[in-house]
């Protein structure tokens, strides 16, 4: 059965401390990974799409990774403003058309 | 912002009573999806549709039906709502099945 959990649930940064975030999954053969931004009360807005091991994406301080078995999502220098609960996502090639298999997400809060 | 509307956004219902939820797409892409969002679950797939007339269920469909009879609307309908639909629902968009899907503001249903 197709998995993705994101870990941790939940993290606490200081303005300006660097982390990661971790997406791994299980499926019989990937077709797409994606990284989404959610904030309280919207829908989710799309960040990044990795389709095959060792491509990188960034955007501002946001750097998503990717290999054979999980993503990761890095954050430098986080800024308020980021945070966020941000959800990674993964369409199989074995799954129903376009069918995104979400994790639980993780909640990011930066504090000034 | 990708042009997706969803009506209505919030919801008060009470069991028995027939209830149905429209998007609204202005970016003329084929594929739409319905998914619940419901704390503990993270998003599900309820039923999408790759073009009109054609639609198929996901991963949660038992209760709800679509209809696609334009490509630019993709109504979800709840027959007889049930308290266990109480959920914040999200339509998305995307191109192709294993492109990145972009999602609506949201509905947040209450079904009493």
């Known amino acids: 059965e197709d998995q993705v959990t994101q870990s941790p649930e939940a993290l606490r940064l200081q303005e300006g401390e660097s982390s990661s975030l971790n997406c791994s999954y299980t499926v019989s053969g990937l077709r797409g990974l994606f990284w989404y931004r959610q904030d309280p009360g919207k829908g989710p807005e799309f960040l990044f799409t990795l389709y095959s091991a060792g491509e990188e994406k960034e955007k501002e301080r946001l750097k998503a990774t990717l290999t054979k078995k999980e993503s990761f999502l890095h954050i430098t220098a986080p800024k308020p403003e980021d945070s966020a609960t941000y959800l990674c996502?993964?369409?199989?090639?074995?799954?129903?058309?376009?069918?995104?298999?979400f994790g639980k997400g993780t909640k990011l809060s930066v504090k000034p | 912002d990708a042009g997706i509307t969803q009506s209505p956004r919030h919801k008060v219902t009470e069991t028995g009573t027939p209830v149905t939820l429209r998007c609204h797409q202005t970016e003329n892409h084929r594929y739409m999806y319905w998914y619940r969002q419901d704390p503990g679950h993270g998003l599900r797939l309820i039923h999408y549709s790759y073009g009109v007339k054609d639609t198929d269920k996901g991963e949660v469909s038992d209760g709800y039906s679509v209809s696609r009879s334009k490509t630019e609307d993709f109504l979800l309908t709840l027959e007889s709502a049930t308290s266990s639909q109480t959920s914040v629902y999200f339509c998305a968009i995307s191109w192709t099945d294993h492109y990145e899907q972009y999602f609506g503001p949201g509905t947040r249903l209450t079904v009493t």
């Open positions: 996502a993964v369409v199989d090639y074995g799954g129903s058309q376009g069918n995104l298999i």
